[in-house]
C-alpha cells in the first residue's frame, strides 16, 4: 500500500550576506553559553518550558521515531526526591567510584556531591530515552536512538540558551531513580536531567577556554 505524502518545503532563500550574518550572530550567540550550577529560584512561566521542550522535540530522529519523553518538573516535593537521591549517587561517585584522574579532571569545576540546583532552579526537564515503543501491548523498533535524543538534548540546551534562561547537563549516575520517581514505563531509560532557570546573583563560572578552529576543524 502507498504510504507516502510530500508537501514543498517552505524554504526562503536568504542572501549570502544575510547567511554570513546569521551563521556569525548565531556563533556569537550559542558561544556565549555557559553550563551554569547555581540559580536563582525566581520562576519561568510554563509557556516557556513548553516551548522550549516543543523546540527540542522538533529534532531529527531516526524514521522520524522521535524517541523521547520530556518530563517538566516543578514540584518542589519531587525536586526534593530527585535531590536526595541524586545526592545518594552523588556522595558514592565521589568518594570511590571515580578514578582519581577523573577527579582530577573536575577539579577546575569545584564540583561535589552536593547538587543545590536540584531544589534551586523553577523546573527540572529530565529527558527520556526510548529504545522501543509500547503499542498496544507491543513493541515497535527506534532507531539511532542515543544520536536522536542527544540531537534533541542539543536543541533543547540552544533554546534555553537563546530564551535568555541558563542550564547545566548534569547526568547522576547510575539514574534509574529517576525512571522510578517519575513513574516512567519500562522502555524509558533516563538520558539527561537539566535544571532551567535564572542565574543566582553574582554567579560565577571556571575560566574555560574553547578548543581553537585549528583543533576541531579538519579541511579538505
Ligand atoms: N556527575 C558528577 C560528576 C561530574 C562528571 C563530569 I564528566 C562533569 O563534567 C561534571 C561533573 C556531578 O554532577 O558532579
Known amino acids: 500500500m502507498e504510504n507516502k505524502t510530500f508537501v514543498p518545503l517552505d524554504y526562503h532563500p536568504p542572501s549570502e550576506s544575510e547567511i554570513l550574518e546569521n551563521t556569525f550572530d548565531f556563533r556569537t550567540q550559542m558561544d556565549k553559553r555557559r553550563s551554569v550550577r547555581f540559580f536563582s529560584d525566581r520562576n519561568v512561566p510554563v509557556e516557556v518550558i513548553r516551548n522550549v521542550v516543543m523546540t527540542a522535540s522538533s529534532a531529527p530522529s531516526g524514521a522520524h521515531k522521535q524517541p523521547w519523553t520530556f518530563c517538566a518538573v516543578s514540584d518542589m516535593d519531587i525536586k526534593i526526591k530527585i535531590r536526595e537521591a541524586a545526592e545518594k549517587e552523588e556522595y558514592e561517585n565521589y568518594h570511590g567510584r571515580m578514578s ?30 526510548k529504545s522501543y515503543d509500547l503499542n498496544n501491548g507491543g513493541k515497535t523498533k527506534n532507531y539511532y536512538v542515543s544520536e536522536s535524543v542527544g540531537i534533541a ?41 537539566l535544571p532551567v532557570g535564572y542565574p543566582s546573583d553574582g554567579v560565577v563560572v571556571p575560566h574555560l577556554v574553547r578548543k581553537a578552529e585549528q583543533d576541531v576543524l579538519c579541511w579538505f
Request: no cysteine; hydrophobic share 50%.
Open 100 to 129: 582519581d584522574e577523573w577527579l582530577k579532571d573536575l577539579e577546575k569545576f569545584d564540583t561535589n556531591w552536593h547538587k543545590e540546583f536540584l531544589t534551586q532552579a523553577p523546573w527540572l526537564i529530565v529527558i527520556f530515552k
Open 153 to 193: 538534548a542539543g536543541f533543547l540546551i540552544a533554546a534555553i540558551h537563546l530564551a535568555g534562561l541558563v542550564t547545566l547537563t548534569h547526568t547522576p549516575s547510575p539514574m534509574n531513580f529517576l525512571q522510578e520517581i517519575l513513574g516512567r514505563p519500562e522502555n524509558e531509560k533516563p538520558f539527561l536531567l
